[in-house]
């Protein structure tokens, strides 16, 4: 195996890739001690069993990436990743690209009834009849130089990628389901994916109140947290974790003194920049007037299931996920069951491929212009 480290390099093996139906993808990163992935190793691929297989190290000195942009720009030559999101935030975080057109051999898997989110290592054993060593999965992969079990752990993410995704996209190919996976791989696609907003970050937080002026102090101590963490690119739970940030929003500190007796906040958290952040945000929160104050989604709460519909959306459900050989879970959640049982629409089991698997049938059921019947083991579906 070859380990690129000059944009020279890297050009020759892009142009190579031009001329190719595809090229396999995969990247090493680090984020433990980061908001942003740091981008630490890139493996590549050319179709084959001989085709060549590099090493990108974009950690070597002058290297620019600018080469591997234009191949995920050229729609000529299929970008094939497995369980691509985190790769692609790193793409799209450091070069505003994203590589097109791609297919994920996750997705793919999953609509071709591979079960919900499957790993590599089980298409590999599955697909590829290869066994495979995760014994590197967690190492640093900063450090340089790199071992060689690094190195070879590195480069079968995509030499075997290689017989999966032709499997794969032959088989969705014989079951007319691209349209399944194109609908899939355009929310990997959407910039509004990897973009996260300040002023939307409380919502992630988990409260047991929905106090207009509690909420208030949430949104504005989560809006300082993920804008500082993002400008010093810093995990969040390096600034204040979330128990801490209800704590101070219950607490309402308005001096250093009143956060010293917090228990849960780091200590350095308590002075300096963070500390006033915190003091800041807390009085803006305080300040804001009742009309912009943040509003809870209470739509599911109000929501009124009627169990027994609910119950029959189930068994249909699973009869629908036998019978297309995709994972219930990708089709519906229990809550979406819920949630159509008592009269939402506005989600996805009800629209897009799932509509034709499962949802069509769902509306039909809630209706009532089918019912379900058994026989034996298999569950069917009458027009009433």
Not at 23 to 29: A, G, S
Not at 69 to 97: M, N, P, S
Not at 185 to 200: F, G, M, R, S
Request: glycine content about 6%; aromatic content about 8%; overall charge negative.
């Amino acid at each position: 195996m070859h380990t690129i480290t000059t944009t020279e390099e890297l050009a020759r093996f892009c142009a190579a890739a031009k001329a190719q139906p595809y090229v396999t993808v995969d990247t090493e990163f680090l984020r433990e001690r980061t908001y942003w992935s740091k981008l630490c190793l890139i493996q590549m691929a050319l179709p084959g069993k001989d085709g060549e297989a590099v090493l990108i190290d974009p950690l070597a000195e002058g290297l620019s990436q600018e080469p591997l942009y234009d191949l995920f720009r050229h729609e000529g030559t299929v970008k094939v990743f497995h369980a691509a999101r985190q790769d692609l935030e790193i793409f799209f975080v450091e070069g505003k690209v994203f590589p097109t057109p791609l297919f994920d051999t996750q997705v793919a898997a999953m609509v071709c009834g591979f079960g919900e989110q499957v790993g590599y290592e089980t298409l590999v054993k599955k697909i590829a009849k290869e066994p495979l060593d995760k014994s590197s999965r967690f190492t640093d992969w900063s450090r340089r130089p790199l071992s060689d079990a690094q190195l070879t752990y590195a480069v079968a993410d995509v030499t075997h990628l290689r017989v999966i995704y032709e499997f794969l996209a032959r088989e969705i190919e014989k079951s007319g389901r691209q349209k399944w996976v194109a609908e899939e791989l355009a929310v990997l696609l959407d910039p509004a994916t990897y973009t996260v907003d300040p002023a939307e970050a409380w919502q992630r937080v988990k409260t047991r109140t929905n106090s207009g002026k509690f909420l208030a102090v949430v949104q504005e101590l989560a809006r300082f947290r993920e804008a500082y963490a993002q400008g010093h690119n810093i995990p969040r739970s390096r600034i204040y974790k979330d128990d801490a940030l209800v704590e101070l929003a219950s607490t309402k500190p308005l001096n250093y003194d009143d956060l010293g007796r917090s228990r849960l906040l780091l200590r350095e958290a308590r002075r300096g920049e963070i500390a006033d952040g915190i003091l800041a945000a807390v009085k803006a929160g305080l300040a804001m007037k009742p009309e912009d104050m943040p509003k809870p989604d209470l739509s599911r709460e109000q929501l009124q299931v009627n169990p027994a519909l609910a119950d029959l959306l189930r068994v249909l459900l699973k009869a629908k996920s036998e019978g297309s050989g995709v994972a219930a879970k990708l089709i519906a959640s229990a809550a979406d069951l819920d949630a159509i049982a008592a009269g939402e629409r506005d989600m996805p089991a009800l629209h897009g491929w799932r509509a034709e698997v499962f949802g069509e049938d769902a509306l039909r059921l809630c209706k009532g212009e089918i019912a379900l019947t058994a026989k034996g083991s298999d569950v069917r579906v009458i027009k009433i």
